[in-house]
């Protein structure tokens, strides 16, 4: 069965990034931040702005989630950083101590009780090394989940009930159930395989009608999948490695997508056109939600 949907996938930034990961919609100012990972860059675009704001960390930049006061709080390297736009600068606030040391922070999301939910990848991309942690909601560091090889996701369903994740080398997507209040998880179990063909599950979201969407790694498309399982569209995308998406938009109705550049690194632009690397959107008649913000312990605030 075609599940192809027929939409505008536009140009939304030339950003050129090797490894663009994590777009996170924040309605203050319209604007989107995402991170290119091996380059430690975290960067925002307002409406307003014709080229994106660009913060340098010491580290790989993981993956970001929202603060209040329009801060924002990265996972990078073996590290968790918050990171000002407004005052153009960052602050470690504290080492992943729990991170095996063949691995770094690769991707995350908050949850509806306000924890930032990360989890890791092996550097070698060989060994099942890799976790997933928590930290915030008031509470400090933890582990959630492991082994992995890739982690990627997560993200939760409209009621706080469902998590959904990806062992991105395994081609599997999970689920589990999730203690919103108390943050913890039940016991995965395959929400979806990915066929080779179609790629790499990566990144991913929930919309408005708890479907979820994912990002194909080698696959140029997003899949958006019922909450039983079920392809219920395609979208081809002009990327060979998208790597996740948000949605955004005043009506929360555009969906921006981020990608990754070959192997060999970024390519020269020749032209306007769309480019590994770039960050591409459409519009899309099923809206997202915003995701919450990050409650720092005490002491961290």
Request: glycine share 12%; with cysteine.
């Amino acid at each position: 069965m075609d599940h192809s949907a027929s939409v505008d996938v536009v140009l939304h930034c030339p950003a050129g990034n090797v490894l663009g990961e994590g777009p996170l919609w924040v309605p203050e100012g319209e604007a989107l931040v995402w991170v290119d990972i091996p380059r430690g860059r975290v960067m925002r675009l307002a409406a307003s702005e014709s080229e994106p704001r660009i913060l340098q960390l010491p580290e790989p930049a993981g993956c970001v989630a929202r603060l209040r006061g329009g801060e924002f709080l990265v996972a990078g390297g073996r590290s968790l950083y918050r990171v000002s736009f407004a005052r153009r600068d960052h602050q470690k606030v504290l080492a992943v101590g729990l991170m095996d040391p063949s691995t770094i922070a690769n991707d995350g999301a908050a949850d509806p009780g306000g924890r930032f939910v990360f989890g890791s990848k092996h550097i070698e991309h060989s060994e099942p090394r890799a976790a997933a942690f928590s930290f915030g909601g008031g509470a400090g560091l933890r582990e959630v989940h492991a082994p992995f090889t890739v982690f990627n996701g997560p993200a939760f369903s409209r009621g706080g009930d469902r998590i959904y994740f990806a062992d991105t080398l395994e081609g599997l997507i999970f689920r589990a159930t999730y203690d919103a209040t108390a943050g913890r998880m039940g016991e995965p179990e395959v929400f979806v395989r990915v066929p080779a063909a179609a790629g790499y599950p990566d990144g991913m979201a929930v919309d408005s009608e708890d479907c979820l969407w994912n990002a194909h790694w080698d696959g140029s498309r997003l899949t958006r999948y019922s909450p039983d399982g079920i392809v219920e569209r395609v979208v081809e995308l002009p990327v060979t490695r998208p790597t996740a998406l948000c949605f955004g938009g005043a009506d929360l109705r555009t969906v921006f997508v981020t990608s990754a550049a070959p192997d060999d690194g970024v390519p020269e632009r020749e032209g306007d056109g769309i480019f590994d690397g770039d960050i591409v959107r459409f519009r899309t008649d099923v809206p997202g939600v915003v995701e919450p913000l990050v409650r720092l312990p005490a002491g961290e605030h």
